[in-house]
């Protein structure tokens, strides 16, 4: 497998690390073994109002798969709030909150929010089985693409694009539709 195998058109930056107490390593492995037993995970970052904005986009382009590109961590520190277990999500596009099967785990750093987002994932690529290539991306920044060198934090929806090359990341995260949802605390 090469990079272009992965058929990337648009999908997200991840700024990944150490979090909820946890090391990247035992997070991929833990996440890996929830999708074994459930088809799919719930993969949790902070808080973003964007993704209706993000889905939307995503929508636009149509692609054959939705990808996330999680960073490298090179520097990353685990957050300092207290991590509590996510009980509910919500599919972006839908109201009502839904139980998180027996089998996902959410624990997230929670802050004065009781929320949080989440990419809906059906497959985890680690390690990855290519060499980083220098891949041009844009990412949306309040509704409009850049060309500037992709920010190391926090999420961005990117596309193939005219700007800077993709920064190095440590493992790639395949999303099932709808890709996006909010988790949190009932």
Same mark, same amino acid.
């Given at each position: 497998?090469?990079?272009?195998?992965?058929?990337?058109?648009?999908?997200? *930056?991840?700024?990944?690390?150490?979090?909820?107490?946890?090391?990247?390593?035992?997070?991929?492995?833990?996440?890996?073994?929830?999708?074994?037993?459930?088809? *799919?995970?719930? *993969?949790?970052?902070?808080?973003?109002?964007?993704?209706?904005? *993000?889905?939307?986009?995503?929508?636009?382009?149509?692609?054959?798969?939705?990808?996330?590109?999680?960073?490298?961590?090179?520097?990353?520190?685990?957050?300092?709030?207290?991590?509590?277990?996510?009980?509910?999500?919500?599919?972006?596009?839908?109201?009502?909150?839904?139980?998180?099967?027996?089998?996902?785990?959410?624990?997230?750093?929670?802050?004065?929010?009781?929320?949080?987002?989440?990419?809906?994932?059906?497959?985890?690529?680690?390690?990855?089985?290519?060499?980083?290539?220098?891949?041009?991306?844009?990412?949306?920044?309040?509704?409009?693409?850049?060309?500037?060198?992709?920010?190391?934090?926090?999420?961005?929806?990117?596309?193939?694009?005219?700007?800077?090359?993709?920064?190095?990341?440590?493992?790639?995260?395949?999303?099932?539709?709808?890709?996006?949802?909010?988790?949190?605390?009932?």
């Amino acid at each position: 497998m090469n990079f272009q195998d992965l058929k990337f058109k648009i999908g997200f *930056w991840h700024p990944f690390g150490p979090h909820a107490g946890e090391d990247a390593e035992d997070i991929i492995k833990r996440k890996q073994n929830e999708i074994k037993k459930n088809g *799919w995970t719930l *993969w949790s970052f902070q808080f973003r109002k964007s993704l209706e904005l *993000w889905s939307k986009e995503v929508k636009k382009v149509n692609p054959s798969n939705v990808l996330v590109f999680c960073s490298k961590g090179d520097g990353t520190k685990d957050p300092k709030s207290e991590p509590r277990r996510c009980n509910y999500y919500i599919p972006v596009g839908e109201f009502k909150p839904r139980e998180i099967p027996s089998g996902v785990e959410v624990p997230h750093p929670m802050g004065k929010k009781m929320e949080g987002s989440a990419f809906i994932v059906k497959k985890i690529i680690y390690p990855v089985p290519f060499d980083y290539e220098v891949t041009p991306v844009e990412w949306l920044k309040d509704g409009k693409w850049q060309t500037a060198t992709l920010p190391t934090r926090p999420e961005y929806l990117i596309k193939i694009g005219q700007g800077h090359p993709m920064r190095k990341f440590r493992a790639v995260l395949e999303l099932q539709a709808p890709y996006l949802a909010e988790v949190g605390i009932q």
